[in-house]
T-cell receptor, first 112, second 113 residues
């Protein structure tokens, strides 16, 4: 079955370190998204991509970057991790602009 | 700024009753509306989507959309304890592209046996 997977599921890192969260989908969806979820804020869009070589900033993109070298993967990089980036991160994908998004299992990141 | 508002709850409903979840949105350009369910510690999963004014039914779930009032709701009939979760309302603006969903903060629903 097609799916979307995130790795790692849990990560603890130190302030200032570079961290990369992986997202891989097998639906062949063009659109991929990264969200973070925090108590009191709900899900907020970090970055998104319409397709290979395309990336766009979302609502809370500062301190994050993404790259899209193929259809299946959209890794999220924290350039210099900060405690404010402690959160649960969800990757999602969709086939078209007006279709539902399917979410990965999430990555719980703790920055100490 | 696009905003999606939901009552955070908790909303407590007896088993077998109708649960009514409400959502308002600020962006009149919003064209697609989604309801996701999220169990604690899990990822959001799609329940329903609606694009046109009126009602859309799927099993025990009914989504209602009123674009003039900028209001979307989700009704859950014959509520079950397994329906206890956080329900997220999400909207997407039209205009093509894939500019992500804007989510509300969610309503915590508790179905009491």
């Amino acid at each position: 079955d097609a799916e979307i997977t995130q790795s790692p599921r849990h990560k603890i890192t130190e302030t200032g370190r570079q961290v990369t969260l992986a997202c891989h989908q097998t639906w062949n969806h063009n659109n991929m998204f990264w969200y973070r979820q925090d108590l009191g804020h709900g899900l907020r869009l970090i970055h998104y991509s319409y397709g290979v070589q395309d990336t766009n900033k979302g609502e809370v993109s500062d301190g994050y970057s993404v790259s899209r070298s193929n259809t299946e993967d959209l890794p999220l990089t924290l350039e210099s991790a900060a405690s404010s980036q402690t959160s649960v991160y969800f990757c999602a994908s969709s086939s078209g602009w007006n279709t539902e998004a399917f979410f990965g299992q999430g990555t719980r990141l703790t920055v100490v | 700024q696009k905003e999606v508002e939901q009552n955070s709850g908790p909303l407590s409903v007896p088993e077998g009753a109708i649960a009514s979840l409400n959502c308002t949105y600020s962006d009149r350009g919003s064209q697609s509306f989604f309801w996701y369910r999220q169990y604690s510690g899990k990822s959001p999963e799609l329940i329903m989507f609606i694009y046109s004014n009126g009602d859309k039914e799927d099993g025990r779930f009914t989504a209602q959309l009123n674009k003039a009032s900028q209001y979307v709701s989700l009704l859950i009939r014959d509520s079950q304890p397994s329906d206890s979760a956080t329900y997220l309302c999400a909207v997407r603006r039209s205009g093509g592209g894939a500019d992500g969903l804007t989510f509300g903060k969610g309503t915590h629903l508790i179905i009491q046996p």
